[in-house]
């Protein structure tokens, strides 16, 4: 089969590849009908990221399951299901208290010797904790996969954001990063009924997106200018949620600043940089909360899931390319371009 690797810094490759099979009761077979690539894979892709030449790469993905392990129960062959960005056992501590992504036996899809999502087919280890089943009649209508295919990585990383950063009926939330994280953020916040939501960014088709998510303002300034606008929007004190969905210093220095006293700050930026830009004794003075982190999106899939098929949300605008299979390099030139928000990747 086909199958995306990446060998070098802005050296990535569609390849043939072994055909997966199930090795272990446990395992499932998930033909790829929808990927995408995330602005994570970037890193690897610049070389801020260590990946070995040839390694699997893409943790976002949907498809029809092909083959089961004997042990298998909650899916079978035929099923349409989406897979969250990590796999997990569903049945350890952790994975019992919501936090699969600190499965005891859970891992990252294109890890050493695992396939990655961006490629024809992936072996699911423990299809029982990790694949969601989804209505069979979604495989049709392309619109709604766009839009389910978030569940495996982009919407659930927004929600446990806004979650973290307090999010709720009539609370002011603030957005810092117009990627695709931070406008589900903006779309998780609204859902979560928050009254006020500013978006911070300058794209303006990215902002475009955001005020159809549910964005009341929008800040095109940065630094100590996005501050002083955002203050001056919240009578001079700051939004009660915030969320930090870049990872650099200065994105986190930002949305400490535009913290308002008692409030949170939701994080799930992945972090790069020497930096951290946290000042403690700034956030203990002022009772700043910090929470947030890799996000635990198998525990979301199943309260976002019905809002998503009925529509009552719809993340697909984050999509704005579509390329096939031996189209993946391409995409990831255009993300890391920024020609591109959201690469969604087809097959079949």
Request: aromatic letters at 4%; proline letters at 5%; glycine letters at 14%.
């Amino acid at each position: 089969m086909r199958a995306t690797t990446i060998h070098a810094p802005y050296d990535m490759r569609v390849e043939d590849v072994p055909e997966p099979v199930a090795q272990l009761p446990t395992d499932a077979v998930v033909r790829v009908l929808r990927a995408c690539i995330c602005g994570s894979d970037l890193w690897a892709y610049r070389g801020e990221a260590a990946r070995q030449p040839g390694q699997r790469i893409g943790h976002e993905f949907l498809g029809i399951v092909e083959e089961t392990g004997s042990e298998v129960s909650t899916v079978k062959r035929g099923d349409l299901v989406v897979a969250p960005f990590m796999w997990s056992d569903g049945v350890c501590d952790y994975c019992r208290e919501g936090l699969t992504t600190s499965c005891e036996h859970g891992g990252f899809w294109g890890s050493v010797g695992y396939d990655g999502g961006q490629g024809e087919a992936v072996r699911v280890p423990f299809a029982d904790g990790t694949l969601v089943q989804l209505p069979r009649e979604a495989a049709s209508d392309d619109h709604l996969l766009s839009a389910l295919l978030t569940l495996s990585d982009v919407l659930g990383t927004g929600h446990h954001a806004a979650l973290g950063a307090g999010a709720r009926p009539g609370a002011t939330v603030a957005v810092v990063g117009d990627g695709a994280v931070g406008l589900c953020a903006v779309l998780a916040a609204k859902r979560l009924g928050a009254e006020r939501i500013i978006a911070l960014g300058r794209h303006e088709v990215r902002t475009g997106i955001a005020r159809r998510f549910g964005a009341t303002d929008v800040v095109a300034e940065r630094g100590d200018a996005a501050v002083e606008a955002v203050r001056e929007l919240t009578r001079g004190q700051g939004a009660h949620a915030v969320v930090e969905a870049v990872g650099t210093e200065q994105s986190m220095r930002t949305a400490v600043n535009i913290t308002r006293d008692g409030g949170a700050i939701g994080f799930v930026g992945v972090p790069h940089g020497s930096g951290t830009g946290l000042d403690l004794g700034v956030m203990f003075d002022r009772n700043i909360a910090l929470r947030g982190g890799v996000a635990p999106v198998r525990a979301y899939i199943p309260d976002l899931l019905p809002d998503v098929l009925d529509g009552t949300i719809d993340p697909s605008p984050v999509f704005d390319m579509t390329v096939g299979i031996e189209g993946v390099p391409d995409g990831y030139k255009a993300m890391d371009e920024r020609t591109a928000l959201k690469v969604l990747v087809t097959n079949g």
